[in-house]
């Protein structure tokens, strides 16, 4: 079995600040997502890969960017930390429709001060 | 895209059969539906697929209607592990890196 790695778990900065969360996976997926969830809301995509070096905007894309290096890993920044945007970021990888599988992190969850 | 409505939230207790039901009336011919889970501090996990009559793997079995509208998830004898919220969702492989999670269905399990 494989693993989604994210860090760090827990995000503190300031209003304004550029922040970035990294992925890491090692199933081999082509695949690679990252997500917001809001507290008690669903997931809302802001970008996907589908393969080293190339991004994809989800429907929340602004105000984020994305970097994908290597196959094995996803960097999402945030260009500049508002207080409405505290929640939880989540990685996911797969294979895309073909297993219809996403593999989902724990999370990385934002504070801003 | 077709849209999915779930009832909000759903009580068990400990050892019960769930049925959580999602409703797709405007599902393509080209669409499937997908199941997931997410408990307390983890990220969504992949429960079950289908494209129609039904499906069963080691977690749960999925029916889904004739016409396609309506599809049934079964959970059967739930544990307080069970306890999370239940997404379904309907996309075409084409869309799929896509995919959007809505609210959900919150299953509290009681002892």
């Known amino acids: 079995g494989g693993i989604i790695t994210q860090t760090p778990k827990f995000l503190i900065g300031q209003e304004g600040q550029k922040l970035t969360l990294k992925c890491q996976q090692n199933?081999?997926?082509?695949?690679m997502y990252w997500y917001r969830q809001d507290s008690g809301k669903g997931l809302r995509l802001i970008y996907y890969?589908?393969?080293?070096?190339?991004?994809q905007k989800g429907d929340l894309s602004e105000g984020y960017d994305a970097s994908r290096e290597k196959k094995s890993s996803f960097s999402l920044t945030v260009t500049s930390a508002q207080k409405n945007e505290m929640a939880v970021f989540l990685c996911?990888?797969?294979?895309?429709?073909?297993?219809?599988?996403?593999?989902f992190g724990e999370g990385s969850k934002l504070t801003v001060l | 895209l077709a849209k999915t409505t779930q009832p909000p939230s759903m009580e068990a207790y400990e050892g019960q059969e769930v049925n959580v039901s999602c409703s797709h009336t405007?599902?393509?011919?080209?669409?499937?539906i997908y199941w997931y889970r997410q408990v307390p501090h983890q990220g969504p996990q992949f429960i079950i697929q289908?494209?129609?009559d039904y499906v069963v793997n080691e977690v749960a079995s999925l029916f889904i209607s004739a016409d396609r509208k309506l599809s049934t998830l079964s959970l059967p004898w739930v544990s307080l592990r069970d306890a999370a919220v239940y997404y379904c969702?309907?996309?075409?492989?084409?869309?799929?890196?896509?995919?959007?999670f809505g609210a959900g269905t919150r299953l509290a399990v009681c002892p």
């Open positions: 996911a990888s797969g294979t895309g429709g073909r297993t219809g599988q996403l593999y």
């Open positions: 199933f081999n997926h082509d695949t």
């Open positions: 890969s589908i393969t080293e070096n190339d991004l």
């Open positions: 405007n599902i393509a011919t080209s669409e499937y």
């Open positions: 289908g494209y129609k």
């Open positions: 969702i309907v996309t075409d492989m084409g869309s799929f890196n896509k995919l959007t």
